[in-house]
């Protein structure tokens, strides 16, 4: 069994749900919808206003070069991806038909900014499954500058410095620039409509993004009962740029609920981020022994995958033991696979709280605040309670697949995860140990649980 110690394990788990290709500033669910309510008036996501230009040429491919690089990405997949099978039963989409529908299209010619919409209908538009997603200028950047900051932070991780060399080449930090141009008015139409529901929202005036959700503050807290119930609000497991800001609000709370007798954290608008987040900043002060869990991670053994894994932690899937909840298609498509434990280890001598956790979940909670949920049922960390999760919280940072023409790079998740039953991290999620019936919050359902009837 290969042992992991998440505290030091990926320093970044880069599908952070607030900062989704949909949109630059709505949390993205892991079923693929959004955080914003419903007004009547659809918000823009960037995703949409790309796909709405119609003009753009930055690299001047020629079309032999936009199939090269179609083929590429499309057998780099076969190699490499383990949800293809997934894709089908959850989504009903089938890859390989897809492919055939993008090369039709893209050797009928067309501009630099047609070639990017035709790869994003063809990647963008499977939902996030197995973390498939073709990177936007911004969110390029952003990844970019991330892992080159963890491989200067971190240079004896082999793994970061082979990401930000992936990232940072060349060709991508170029072409990704000069698509900028053509791609900043879209961006700037989508997040002048954030920042005017910003400023209505701080003002109290009325715009038309009146009712968007928009939190200035990544935590919320406040006193539910005083002495006995508190209740704590996190939207992302945001990486290190409000790691700090967030730790000292955290643990100012910590220390002013220390002695209540229930602490609820409300994960239910979660979509994710960093697992050393929520391993730091909220497992770790609130446990006085180590916590163990127990997962699988299957793997193709594809060349993509051999760049950044390390194949010899793995065995052979013919090993892999009977698990009653494996699906066989999934299996019979892998090549490799590991048992893992995560451990994580408290960080001083008493728990900052003293009383009973509680989880909150919904379907948005995904990739990293799925682990959180898994990780907390399986050990008894907290009790989950809501409706069952987004999934994907077995693995670790998505891997890029470079296309040589283009410089665009598309990610994908390379590990499958599997429960210790066999059952799929993605498609399967984490079921509460108290489901929240039809109509009801999770934060209704909880406080029920702990024995006051009065809302809020």
């Known amino acids: 069994m290969k042992k ?85 039963r959850m989504r009903n989409v089938d890859l390989e038909e897809k492919y055939r529908t993008a090369r039709t299209e893209i050797s009928r010619g067309g501009t630099d900014i047609a070639f990017y919409q035709q790869l994003d209908a063809f990647i963008n538009t499977n939902d996030q499954i197995g973390h498939l997603m073709l990177d936007n200028p911004y969110w390029y950047e952003d990844s970019a500058s ?7 932070d971190y240079p004896e991780m082999e793994r970061m410095q082979k990401f930000s060399a992936a990232y940072n080449n060349d060709k991508s930090v170029e072409n990704y620039g000069k698509m900028k141009a053509i791609t900043d008015p879209a961006y700037n139409k989508v997040m002048a409509y954030y920042n005017a529901a910003e400023t209505a929202q701080d003002t109290g005036t009325e715009s038309a993004a009146d009712n968007v959700q928009t939190h200035i503050d990544n935590v919320q807290t406040r006193i539910i009962e005083e002495g006995r119930i508190a209740y704590i609000k996190i939207d992302s497991l945001l990486p290190s740029n409000v790691y700090s800001e967030d730790k000292k609000q955290l643990f100012d709370f910590y220390g002013t609920v220390k002695d209540y007798d229930n602490v609820i954290f409300d994960f239910t608008d979660n979509g994710g981020g960093s697992m050393n987040y929520f391993n730091d900043l909220i497992v770790s002060p ?87 949920a898994m990780f907390s049922k399986a050990t008894g960390f907290m009790t989950l309670v809501g409706t069952r999760t987004g999934g994907e919280g077995i693995g670790s940072d998505p891997l890029p697949i470079l296309l040589p023409n283009s410089g665009l790079i598309v990610q994908y998740a390379a590990e499958y995860g599997a429960l210790p039953d066999g059952s799929g991290s993605q498609e399967y999620g984490t079921m509460p140990d108290i489901l929240s019936p039809e109509g009801e919050s999770a934060l209704d359902t909880c406080l029920r649980a702990i024995g006051q009837d009065q809302r809020p």
């Open 4 to 88: 992991i110690t998440v505290l030091k394990q990926g320093m970044l788990y880069l599908i952070c749900a607030a900062v989704i290709i949909s949109s630059p500033a709505t949390a993205s669910a892991g079923n693929g919808q959004t955080a914003v309510e419903d007004t009547g008036e659809q918000p823009p996501s960037l995703r949409k206003e790309i796909q709405k230009l119609k003009k753009g040429n930055w690299v001047n491919l020629t079309t032999q070069q936009k199939l090269e690089d179609l083929d590429i990405l499309y057998q780099t997949l076969k190699d490499n991806y383990p949800y293809f099978h997934v894709l089908k």
């Open 146 to 152: 991330s892992y080159k900051s963890l491989a200067r």
């Open 286 to 372: 609130n446990i006085d022994t180590t916590l163990k869990c127990n997962a699988y991670k299957l793997i193709k053994a594809g060349e993509n995958n051999k760049i950044f894994l390390y194949f010899n932690d793995y065995r052979p899937i013919s090993e892999f033991p009977g698990l009653p909840l494996m699906n066989q298609d999934d299996l019979s498509d892998v090549d490799l696979f590991h048992e893992i434990e995560y451990i994580t280890e408290p960080s001083g001598k008493e728990k900052m709280l003293k009383g009973k956790l509680w989880l909150l979940a919904s379907d948005t909670v995904f990739s990293s605040s799925e682990y959180a």
